[in-house]
Nanobody
Framework: QVQFVESGGGLVQLGGSLRLSCATS????????IGWFRQAPGKEREGVSC????????EYVNSVKGRFTISRDNAKNTVYLQMNNLKPEDTAVYYC??????????????????????WGQGTQVTVSS
């Protein structure tokens, strides 16, 4: 059974930083691309970033490029999302999930969210202005 447990969210001011953590199983890190997603009130869930299990390559949506960094620590079975220079539009519940069909991200955080499963419970990020 693959599970994800997100943590690290909170309230931060404009321009601040947070690091989100996504704890999972070694199996998930070895065999699935892992994505971070977010959902703001009244909006659809959107992809934020992804890290491939095959080679550790990463992908980001344009709105977070240069500000967010995804990484993984296999020893801790955890995927991280370092978020810098946060903006009010980053306010959302952040989730991680596994792409059960691929080991590489291949653009799926924008075109293939339906391929992701085993969603965690999410962690709230609120950015105040």
């Amino acid at each position: 059974q693959v599970q994800f447990v997100e943590s690290g969210g909170g309230l931060v001011q404009l321009g601040g930083s947070l690091r989100l953590s996504c704890a999972t199983s070694p199996f998930a890190l070895d065999y699935y691309a892992i994505g971070w997603f977010r959902q703001a009130p009244g909006k659809e869930r959107e992809g934020v970033s992804c890290i491939s299990s095959s080679d550790g390559s990463t992908e980001y949506v344009n709105s977070v490029k240069g500000r967010f960094t995804i990484s993984r620590d296999n020893a801790k079975n955890t995927v991280y999302l370092q978020m810098n220079n946060l903006k009010p539009e980053d306010t959302a519940v952040y989730y991680c999930a596994a792409n059960l069909r691929r080991r590489r991200c291949s653009g799926t955080i924008t075109t293939g969210i339906y391929e992701y499963d085993y969603w965690g419970q999410g962690t709230q990020v609120t950015v105040s202005s």
